[in-house]
């Protein structure tokens, strides 16, 4: 059966919402904007990252919960905000409390539960693995880590852009797949910069499938381990395969070419590859479960 004229017209009102000068993603909470800020200080007191994160207990509850895994943990347990702090720093702590404000479901996506929470893996594993893919490749871990939790937000954007196009009630998406997959990075672009998120972040996340376009060099190696682990993913069962209703389709595919093109770039041969492969093996099952 061919498409009906309402999954075109749906189609056409998808594709156009990025490039709609009003459209605007679901807020980020105030902590991860202003923790973004204080992590780019660096004469900032420990006291005043308490005070911010103790202004939303949700947010520090999860955020305590992930620094209390076993990836974290130390061999006294955490046993309150100023303790994690410490014991981790602050830019490992704004990743931690960008992970949990993903993980809280920022996209209300009750119709598209499965497809999103595949979504949601896969950004934590990414992120994950792009900070180890850093750390072999002489590259800011957590930097890496927050474009690798963020590259694929497009995703969720536009999900929720169809069931609001839609009037609510979750179409189908085989129809519309193809285009929300083709328009993912821009979309992630976009959410990011209507975030305020820094520039060097959004450069990066724009472009994740094709390095090659960053404009800065520093953010086209950022960008190639984005890509480098976000190939790697489909190893820990954390890949985005395909629409709910047509899994065949894969999404958020990173090519052969655009792998090996991004292993060059980061100098990463067979040895440090396998190496990332044996860490992300060891700790990715109970990131996952947490």
Not at 44 to 53: F, K, Y
Not at 211 to 218: M, Q, S
Not at 246 to 258: E, F, M, V
Request: charged fraction near 25%; proline fraction near 4%; aromatic fraction near 4%.
């Amino acid at each position: 059966m061919g498409e009906s004229l309402i999954d075109k017209a749906l189609r056409r009102e998808v594709i156009t919402t990025f490039g709609d000068p009003d459209y605007r993603p679901p807020p980020l909470p105030s902590v991860a904007i202003q923790l973004v800020s204080l992590s780019r200080n660096e004469d900032v007191e420990i006291e005043e990252v308490v005070r911010l994160l103790e202004q939303d207990q949700v947010l520090a509850g999860i955020a305590m919960r992930i620094v209390s895994s076993s990836l974290y943990a130390g061999r006294v347990a955490v046993a309150s905000l100023h303790q994690a702090v410490v014991r981790i720093g602050l830019k490992k702590l704004r990743s931690i409390v960008f992970e949990a404000t993903l993980r809280g479901r920022i996209f209300d996506l009750p119709e598209y539960q499965e497809i999103a929470e595949r979504v949601s893996r896969h950004g934590t594993a990414s992120a994950y693995v792009t900070r180890l893919v850093c750390l072999a490749s002489g590259i800011d871990p957590e930097n890496g880590f927050l474009c690798g939790l963020l590259h694929d937000v497009g995703f969720s954007a536009l999900l929720q852009s169809v069931t609001r196009k839609s009037g609510g009630g979750g179409p189908m998406l085989s129809a519309l797949w193809q285009d929300i997959d083709r328009l993912h990075e821009q979309a992630t672009g976009i959410v990011t910069r209507l975030w305020r998120l820094p520039p060097e972040i959004t450069e990066v996340v724009s472009h994740h499938h094709h390095p090659e376009r960053c404009r800065d060099a520093e953010a086209a190696r950022v960008a190639a381990a984005v890509c480098v682990a976000d190939a790697l993913t489909d190893r820990f069962e954390a890949s985005i395969i395909g629409s709910a209703e047509s899994t065949d389709q894969g999404a958020d595919h990173t090519s052969d070419a655009s792998m090996a093109a991004g292993r060059d770039l980061l100098k990463l041969d067979d040895a440090k590859l396998a190496t990332i492969i044996e860490q992300a093996k060891e700790s990715l099952p109970e990131i996952l479960r947490v």
